[in-house]
Every structure is written in C-alpha cells, then in structure tokens.
C-alpha cells in the first residue's frame, strides 16, 4: 500500500519525469536520501515501470489514429499466442487490449495517412492467418489524453 508520500512523489514524477530528485524531495518535505531511496523502491515493486519522452505523433507526421477490433478464427490459447506475439512485432500497433464482446481484442494503431493504414491491414496485419475478421474505427479528431493516472 502506497502511503502520502509514495503519492506525492507518483504525482509529481507523471508530472515531470526529468525533475531532479532534490527538487522533488523539496516539493514533498523530504529530504534527498529517504526520497530517493522511496523512488528506488517504487521501481523495484514495478510501481513505477519506466520513464518516457511524450512525442508529438503529427510532428512526425503520424496523422491518423485508428481503433481496430479483430475477431481471431478459433478461440484458443495458441491462436490468442499467435496474435499477440504478432502483433507485438508490429511498431505501428500502440496497444493490444483482449476485450469482452463480440471482439477478442482491440488494438490501438498510428499512421501517415488513411492510404498507409489501408496498406498496413492488407499486407500486415491482413496477412495474420489466426485473424478472421477487423473491424476499424478511425479517430477523427482527439479531445484529450491522459498520461496522469488517478492518485
């Protein structure tokens, strides 16, 4: 269980992942040692998983966003395999979530354009034979997006 502190420094730390450990330890009334010896601990219990740049996809003309679900053909453990392992391989696929419903999964994918994602499910992820069916929902425009989580 996370006590003020751990959340105070998960709050600041989504915030700003570059800040110094002695600024974060003067934002939290902490001074740098018990701080960073908090943060050592957070990431060894994979807590805090990683620190990331967040990039501009339309500076680099990453254009289109796009929400496909996809059906597989069988319903078993070594198609599931199949699928995740490839489409892990594939950069342009953001996220794999397996979901409820009439769907098994539903991927989040980055394109150019509308014509890149066309050739992307024909020639990639079309080509998976464990697949029976995509259905895709292109995004037209994103309101917002969230990195922080809720502490």
Known sequence: MLDKKDQQILTALQENARISVSDLANT?????????????????????????????????ELNVLVYAFIRLN??????????????????????CSVISGSYDYLLKIIA????SYEQFVKHRLGSLSCISNIESTVVLKQSFTKKQLPL
Not at 112 to 115: F, M, S, V, Y
Request: hydrophobic share 35%.
């Open 28 to 60: 939290i009334s902490l001074s740098d040692t018990p701080c960073l010896r908090r943060i050592k601990k957070l990431e060894k219990e994979h807590v805090i998983t990683g620190y990331h740049a967040s990039i501009n996809p339309k500076k680099l």
């Open 74 to 95: 069988q319903n078993s453990v070594s198609a599931a395999d199949l699928f995740e392992q490839s489409v892990e391989k594939l950069p342009h696929v953001l996220e």
């Open 112 to 115: 150019n354009d509308l014509e």
